[in-house]
């Protein structure tokens, strides 16, 4: 079964940032567009940033200039760097290719990891 390892989340006060990091297989990280998304609570899963191979970036409008993702080949891992950080950030953070992985027609995640807001 393939895994997905999310890591980094915790809690910090609005403005204060957190560095997230996600191993995947090394085959699925070196031929993956690689993202993350978030899930807020009562909110659906939604994709916040992705990389291509190539490290060509995409970002919702709602974290550009504050995120940052990046991957390492040597580790086989996605991070997201995150900055100046919003209540409305918190969440569940999970890694995944883009589009999700997918096995018996279900998408395959992580157990993902907490990111909490607040004051």
């Known amino acids: 079964q393939v895994q997905l390892v999310e890591s980094g989340g915790g809690w910090v006060q609005p403005g204060g940032s957190l560095r997230l990091s996600c191993v995947s297989p090394e085959n699925i990280f070196r031929t993956s567009t690689m993202g993350w998304y978030r899930q807020a609570p009562g909110k659906a899963r939604e994709l916040v940033a992705r990389?291509?191979?190539?490290?060509?970036?995409y970002y919702v409008d709602s974290v550009k200039g504050r995120f940052r993702i990046s991957r390492d080949a040597a580790a086989n891992s996605v991070l997201l760097q995150m900055s100046n950080l919003k209540i409305a950030d918190a969440g569940d953070y999970y890694c995944?290719?883009?589009?999700?992985?997918?096995?018996?027609?279900?998408?395959?995640w992580g157990q993902g990891t907490q990111v909490i807001v607040s004051s």
């Open positions: 995944n290719t883009v589009p999700p992985l997918m096995t018996k027609a279900r998408a395959v």
């Open positions: 990389v291509t191979t190539g490290a060509i970036v």
